[in-house]
């Protein structure tokens, strides 16, 4: 009975090394919509050079990064903007910098809009073109969903509450708000500015206006010129250690920059 005690202790082991090496080669990301696509490339060349490393990246908004890191449901998360006051147990690893930049359909004779203009268009005091220069047609305002970076930025820069937005459409995702916006010859929104030059370079048609007489471009960010830019961050919970560390400081290195700026954004 007691070397059979022994045997099933040994056979138990065994059975556990696999799983343990398995889960040492398995690292998840979800979160920011912005980062997700850049972190799914940085994750297709580290996998190419670590075979066996397998690399989830799901998106979800910049809230679940925050959270799906603090409760483990992830290993790291994505946030397209700083860290708050309130998210001090987390630790933000910049891997670039980006911009959120006003988006209308290519056609739109409209090329640029006060601050003043934007908020009376997202409060429903100017409801057409018209109103700002343009042709005689409503206007279709496009606004982000809860809990997504770039409308808690948007708010933040025109001091805005979100129940102020008189919005018709709500989307999720910078595809959502660019599909949108190149669908509807009305239409306004924001997104991510490496999102939407990246789309406007594959003949998207959209167009990004200027924000306080500054373009709205990669060139503009990088100089620090453009009022309206952020962080795009890998999240952990505490200090990484193993894949994830690994993972981060790949994401942060050299060997990525030229899928930083593939993606129209700005090396950190």
């Given at each position: 009975m007691?070397?059979?005690?022994?045997?099933?202790?040994?056979l138990s082991i065994m059975t556990a090394l696999p799983l343990a090496h398995a889960a040492e080669d398995r690292l998840t990301l979800t979160g920011s919509s912005t980062v997700a696509p850049l972190a799914a490339e940085f994750a297709k060349r580290y996998e190419s050079q670590h075979p066996g490393v397998r690399i989830d990246v799901q998106m979800g908004g910049s809230s679940r990064g925050i959270n799906d890191a603090r409760m483990g449901l992830a290993d790291i998360g994505m946030v397209s903007r700083a860290l708050k006051p309130t998210e001090q147990d987390l630790t933000a690893f910049v891997i670039a910098m980006d911009g959120i930049g006003i988006i209308l359909h290519k056609s739109n004779a409209v090329g640029e809009l006060s601050d003043t203009q934007v908020i009376d268009i997202y409060t429903g005091k100017i409801r057409n073109w018209q109103q700002v220069g343009g042709v005689d047609l409503p206007i279709t305002v496009v606004n982000k969903a809860e809990g997504r970076s770039t409308l808690e930025l948007f708010l933040h820069h025109f001091d805005l509450k979100n129940s102020q937005i008189k919005a018709q459409v709500v989307i999720g995702d910078n595809q959502q708000g660019i599909k949108t916006v190149s669908g509807n010859r009305g239409a306004i929104g924001y997104v991510s500015i490496g999102t939407?030059?990246?789309?406007?370079?594959?003949?998207?048609?959209?167009?990004?206006?200027?924000?306080a007489s500054q373009a709205a471009t990669v060139e503009a960010i990088a100089k620090g010129h453009y009022?309206?830019?952020?962080?795009?961050?890998?999240?952990v919970k505490g200090i990484p250690v193993g894949l994830a560390e690994n993972f981060i400081t790949f994401a942060q290195s050299a060997a990525v920059k030229d899928l930083v700026e593939a993606q129209f954004f700005v090396a950190p």
């Open positions: 007691h070397l059979l005690s022994k045997m099933l202790i040994l939407a030059e990246y789309e406007e370079a594959r003949g998207t048609p959209i167009k990004l206006l200027p924000m009022p309206l830019s952020r962080q795009l961050n890998l999240v």
